[in-house]
């Protein structure tokens, strides 16, 4: 049983502060893994993806692999109210599989 | 360019009614999935078809069925609900890009209660 593993929160920040969401996955064959964000009562988006060992950023955001661990980590610089939402990992073990998710890291960013 | 429509928006059912879920893509994606949502529980995928003419089983299929009646088109059927099928229901479609890229949209999503 492949599984996605996330602390469920929820994580409070303050305005301004670093949010770091983490996750890990059991199957060391995973392939892609991407962030998605969802608010509630809305439907998952995606936020991030990342194939390769390191960093990816885009904007406020970071993402973070390491395969030898098993871990990926979404960084979000000056967090801001609006970024008050859940954050689910998902893990691909190949192109043409389906995400397996995480339960999801509910964010609160305090204003 | 709608993306990924799904009706109803929500339902009401009893016990032992059947109904369909429907869902529909507008971005020629080969993919498409059906996953529900439970409180603490994230998303778990109930059926899914990796092109048309296709469907396989996910983590949790007992008591849905599926049709992929076109590339476009993937109804989710309840035959006889049941109150643990109290939930809300994503479709989602999918397509593998060059170099791997797989980026899943999702639909709206449709809340299910069943009493």
């Known amino acids: 049983q492949k599984e996605v593993e996330q602390n469920s929160g929820p994580l409070s920040v303050p305005e301004g502060a670093i949010a770091s969401l983490n996750c890990t996955y059991s199957?060391?064959?995973?392939?892609?893994f991407f962030w998605y964000r969802q608010y509630s009562g809305k439907s998952p988006e995606l936020i991030m993806f990342i194939y390769s060992n390191g960093d990816k950023e885009d904007g406020r955001f970071t993402a973070q692999l390491n395969k030898a661990s098993q871990y990926v980590s979404l960084l979000i610089r000056d967090s801001q109210p609006s970024d008050s939402a859940t954050y689910l990992c998902?893990?691909?073990?190949?192109?043409?599989?389906?995400?397996?998710f995480g339960k999801g890291t509910r964010l609160s960013v305090i204003a | 360019n709608a993306g990924v429509t799904q009706t109803p928006k929500f339902q009401v059912l009893k016990t032992g009614q059947s109904m369909t879920l429907q869902c529909a893509q507008d971005m020629n994606h080969n993919s498409m999935y059906w996953y529900r949502q439970d409180p603490g529980m994230g998303l778990r995928l109930i059926y899914y078809s990796a092109s048309e003419g296709t469907t396989d089983k996910g983590e949790v299929p007992n008591g849905y069925n599926v049709s992929r009646l076109n590339k476009r088109e993937f109804s989710l059927r309840l035959e006889s609900a049941a109150p643990s099928q109290t939930s809300v229901y994503f479709c989602?479609?999918?397509?593998?890009?060059?170099?791997?890229?797989?980026?899943?949209?999702f639909g709206p999503g449709t809340r299910l209660t069943v009493l």
């Open positions: 989602a479609s999918s397509e593998v890009l060059a170099g791997g890229h797989n980026e899943q949209f």
């Open positions: 998902a893990v691909m073990l190949s192109g043409n599989t389906p995400l397996v």
């Open positions: 199957d060391r064959g995973s392939q892609s």
